[in-house]
T-cell receptor
Framework: DQQVKQNSPSLSVQEGRISILNCDYT??????FLWYKKYPAEGPTFLIS?????DKNEDGRFTVFLNKSAKHLSLHIVPSQPGDSAVYFC?????????????FGQGTILTVHP | NAGVTQTPKFQVLKTGQSMTLQCAQD?????MYWYRQDPGMGLRLIYY???????DKGEVPNGYNVSRLNKREFSLRLESAAPSQTSVYFC?????????????FGSGTRLTVV
């Protein structure tokens, strides 16, 4: 059972426009959410995170929104740049004794066209 | 600063052969993890080590064993490789006590079992 789902395998946007990547989760115990970015032949790198006590977190061009009632989060990239082209993974964490274990979504391939 | 180093980067095995994937981190992190990435599946946790001297199973542990050799090193062993273990393997570390700063990942080992 996929507890974290990214239903869009790919997304294509024009440079300068907004990119919106979506993620849904089913486990109500998740209380922390993260986004990772992955380039080919590299490991994923941490991008931005949000605690369940917040509904928005910003870091430069990147904003993550959390809707707990809908069990949905999204990553907004504004403005999108060609260098943002990568695979984006959503991940979730349930505190307590999870020992930092993350549950990842399937990933969304973002392509930003010049 | 090397971060998380994985060796080898590529490996081809025949069915039934064994091998050990090596991982070392130089960030004095307490927790370490092994994930596998498969198309359409995202990253799935194989094993993790919350702290030196402890290891535990993740979501997909069958066919694997691990050793937390010391605080720096966490190895993954395939005793009898199967084609279903063809994947990209990522090691990650986390300072522990939650995931507020995300994981640091290695660059991956691409394993093919024929």
């Amino acid at each position: 059972d996929q507890q974290v789902k990214q239903n869009s395998p790919s997304l294509s946007v024009q440079e300068g426009r907004i990119s919106i990547l979506n993620c849904d989760y089913t486990n109500s115990m998740f209380d922390y959410f993260l986004w990772y970015k992955k380039y080919p032949a590299e490991g994923p790198t941490f991008l931005i995170s949000i605690s369940s006590i917040k509904d928005k977190n910003e870091d430069g061009r990147f904003t993550v929104f959390l809707n707990k009632s809908a069990k949905h989060l999204s990553l907004h990239i504004v403005p999108s740049q060609p260098g943002d082209s990568a695979v984006y993974f959503c991940a979730a964490y349930a505190g307590g004794t999870s020992y930092g274990k993350l549950t990842f979504g399937q990933g969304t391939i973002l392509t930003v066209h010049p | 600063n090397a971060g998380v180093t994985q060796t080898p980067k590529f490996q081809v095995l025949k069915t039934g052969q064994s091998m050990t994937l090596q991982c070392a981190q130089d960030m004095n992190h307490n927790s370490m993890y092994w994930y596998r990435q498969d198309p359409g599946m995202g990253l799935r946790l194989i094993y993790y080590s919350a702290s030196e001297g402890t290891t535990d199973k993740g979501e997909v542990p069958n066919g694997y064993n691990v050793s937390r050799l010391n605080k720096r090193e966490f190895s993954l062993r395939l005793e009898s490789a199967a084609p279903s273990q063809t994947s990209v393997y990522f090691c990650a570390s986390n300072r522990g006590g939650g995931v507020g700063y995300g994981y640091t990942f290695g660059s991956g080992t691409r394993l093919t079992v024929v």
